[in-house]
Nanobody, 121 residues
Framework: QLQAFGGGSVQAGGSLRLSCAAS????????MGWFRQAPGKEREFVAA????????NVADSVKGRFAIPRDNAKNTVYLQMNNLKPEDTALYFC????????????????WGQGTQVTVSS
């Protein structure tokens, strides 16, 4: 089971850190990813990180502003979001998968519920 939290309302230029906690002892064997979906839009891949943390994929739309660290000891993956823009407003949720290629292609083994991020101008 995956649980995302840490969303909220911020002004443009602000920062937020989302957390996704996994209730499984096999967390460290999964690739973890973040997605977002804005009202009326399709789900968008945001970022993913390999099980060891050695490889990441980050969408071009957030590259240089978002980072995706993970802490396997805490069964948690984070999404550090800096320099937020109004277009980052969306429901953010996390997922677990077997490979970076699969999760980047929206193929997840487990999906969590979302946490809302709202960025005002």
């Amino acid at each position: 089971q995956l649980q995302a939290f840490g969303g909220g309302s911020v002004q443009a230029g602000g920062s937020l850190r989302l957390s996704c906690a996994a209730s499984t002892r096999t967390f460290s064997s999964y690739v973890m990813g973040w997605f977002r979906q804005a009202p009326g839009k399709e789900r968008e891949f945001v970022a993913a990180i390999s099980w060891s943390g050695g490889r990441t994929n980050v969408a071009d739309s957030v590259k240089g502003r978002f980072a995706i660290p993970r802490d396997n000891a805490k069964n948690t993956v984070y999404l550090q979001m800096n320099n937020l823009k109004p277009e980052d407003t969306a429901l953010y949720f996390c997922a677990a998968s077997g490979t970076l290629e699969r999760i980047t292609s929206h193929i997840g083994d487990y999906w969590g519920q979302g946490t809302q991020v709202t960025v005002s101008s």
